[in-house]
């Protein structure tokens, strides 16, 4: 039997975590691969999955060849993807060639889900409504119902100004020129102008 060879998965460090969490973890980097260990067990994590550490913050020549990766995934961050600061810039042109890759992945983790949301043409903005910083239960629509099946709702843990799952299943809450063709998968209590996650 052929053993597959391990996903390769870049992390796209867009921040450093709290203190506390970078002791423990040393980055966003660690964080993600406790998690994928804890996944992954019993078997080795190394069996199923490669990872590579690029800080894009800090030197936006770190970026791996999409050629040497199955996947990117990038991470949350204090900062706001709506900005244009070079870093920032330069990751939405990179997560647009990923995006648009024929092969590899793209998972956005909070900011990092925003950031694949404007690369791919969406309009990301603040809410004019404030932060959503909560446990926020989500009633499904039609379409959302279809992506999970048997439930009428969903709870979320939201950070600040967007909601944290990545495309394609979602896009960011204030995102006025989608496409018309999309679906919304669920509406938020949270006051936004129209109903917010998209497919």
């Not at 913050?57 to 770190?62: E, I, K, R, Y």
């Not at 909070?110 to 903005?125: E, K, N």
């Not at 006025?176 to 006051?191: T, V, Y």
Request: glycine share 4%; net charge negative.
């Amino acid at each position: 039997m052929k053993m597959e060879a391990p996903l390769r998965l870049a992390v796209l460090e867009a921040d450093t975590p709290l203190p506390a969490i970078d002791t423990q973890y040393h980055g966003y980097h660690g964080v993600f691969k406790h998690l994928f260990e804890r996944a992954a067990s019993p078997a080795p994590l190394e069996s199923v999955l490669s990872l590579s550490r690029h800080h894009v913050v800090d030197d936006v020549s770190t970026y791996p060849s999409l050629e040497d990766v199955d996947a990117i995934l990038i991470t949350g961050s204090k900062h706001s993807a709506f900005e244009n600061d070079e870093w920032i810039t330069t990751l939405v042109a990179f997560a647009r060639q990923a995006a648009l890759h024929p092969r590899v992945r793209v998972i956005g983790v909070c900011f990092g889900h925003q950031i694949v949301s404007r690369a791919l043409g969406v309009d990301v903005q603040r809410s004019d409504a404030g932060w959503e910083v909560s446990v926020t239960e989500t009633q499904l629509t039609k379409a959302g119902k279809a992506l999970f099946p048997g439930r009428d709702s969903l709870v979320f843990s939201l950070p600040p100004f967007l909601f944290p799952l990545s495309l394609p299943f979602f896009s960011p809450p204030l995102a006025p020129d989608l496409p018309p063709s999309k679906s919304p998968a669920l509406h938020s209590p949270f006051p936004y102008p129209h109903p917010y996650p998209h497919i």
